[in-house]
């Protein structure tokens, strides 16, 4: 390919603002924007990026169609929310006008476990206008690469055991909402812990209708398990809330989590799969006190036992660089909903995007 990647950045919050720069210095031309807040609508994309001024200004959503129409890009962006339910409408549009979309909506990564009929559904639609769908972000590298690349290196593996602990002030007020933060501890075991210690079947059936979201690590563990060729027997899940044990200002909520309610949550996920091989995850996203900081940590245990931690990661830079460097393999997979355990590893990229297709 030897014109410039062409991309649309759709949201740009806190994520959008890294993408575009990103984009731009990696050799990419972004050419449209959009967003719903008013308070970005009409900015010009290098003030959202810190960048220089493009000409290019954000737009309403519901300019869209008409701007995807005339445009044709190359690939586009999505930085909004992080279930397949809120993600589907923003697929939809990008396929039906034959254009690559790639999320950084956690539950895109891998939802093939969690929100098949959307994702079949997007498959379809995919396939039918010739383009690509996939998530990608942090949890890709940090929760999936890394692993299957040190699984690598074992001689036998019995267990998977990883921890992830990232602050839900850096996402925005739907993760928050979607981790308890700000809940009673009555309130969060009546919405988010009364789904713990389902038997599989249950749980399964539960996730895949949409009555209940799964915690990050269920549709993790389906990537890895896809990329190692396991085969899984049984899955479960347990959210329990995180305590605040003194009150604490959230500038994403906008309120004071008192003393004794929920900062977050702390999600493990077990998986047993045919193969015998054991993944047992957990994510614990809250609001963090001046005294803790983002964390990674996994342990491959079988012959011989190798661990690594990652402390104070960059989570929303990483999560943004990764979807980045992934464009290229994007647009290289064939048509359909492709997860990125499919593609090939990221590499860094030396030489502008377009030089990679």
Same mark, same amino acid.
């Given at each position: 390919?030897?014109? !410039? ?22 050799? /990419? ?40 129409? /005339? ?23 990008? /396929? ?62 019995? !267990? ?98 008192? !003393? ?98």
């Amino acid at each position: 390919m030897m014109k !410039k990647v062409r991309a649309v950045q759709y949201g740009c919050g806190k994520m959008g603002k890294f993408l575009i720069r990103y984009l731009q210095e990696h050799g /990419a031309e972004v050419v449209a924007a959009f967003d719903i807040n008013e308070a970005v609508i009409g900015k010009d994309i290098g003030e959202i990026a810190g960048t220089a001024p493009t000409g290019v200004k954000v737009q309403p959503l519901h300019e869209a169609d008409k701007t995807l129409e /005339a445009l044709k890009p190359d690939v586009g962006i999505i930085a909004t929310l992080s279930t397949m339910a809120d993600l589907e409408d923003a697929f939809s549009l990008f /396929a039906r006008h034959g254009v690559n979309a790639i999320s950084t909506g956690e539950e895109a990564l891998y939802p093939w476990n969690s929100s098949p009929e959307i994702t079949q559904k997007l498959d379809e639609l995919a396939k039918a206008h010739d383009c690509t769908l996939a998530g990608s972000g942090y949890p890709d590298m940090f929760w999936g690469v890394l692993v299957d690349t040190l699984a690598g290196s074992m001689h036998k593996l019995v !267990k998977i055991k990883g921890s992830s602990c990232y602050n839900v002030e850096d996402y925005g007020i739907a993760l928050a909402i979607g981790h308890g933060a700000g809940l009673t501890v009555d309130e969060f075991n009546q919405q988010i812990g009364n789904y713990n210690d389902l038997p599989y079947e249950v749980i399964s059936q539960k996730i895949e209708s949409g009555e209940y979201a799964p915690p990050y690590m269920w549709t993790q563990n389906g990537w890895l398990c896809s990329r190692l060729g396991l085969t899984i027997t049984s899955q479960t899940q347990r959210c329990v809330p995180q305590i605040a044990n003194e009150d604490i200002y959230s500038d994403t909520l906008k309120m004071t989590v008192k !003393k004794g309610d929920v900062l977050g949550l702390s999600a493990v996920v077990i998986t047993e799969t045919a193969e015998g091989v054991t993944l047992e995850t957990e994510c614990i996203g809250k609001i963090l006190t001046a005294d803790e900081c983002d964390k990674n940590c996994w342990q491959l245990i079988g012959e011989p036992d190798t661990a690594i931690e990652v402390n104070n990661p960059a989570t929303v830079e990483l999560t943004c660089a990764n979807l980045v460097n992934r464009i290229p393999a994007l647009i290289n997979s064939p048509a359909g909903y492709i997860t990125t355990e499919k593609m090939p590893n990221n590499v860094y990229m030396t030489k502008p995007m377009h030089e990679y297709l």
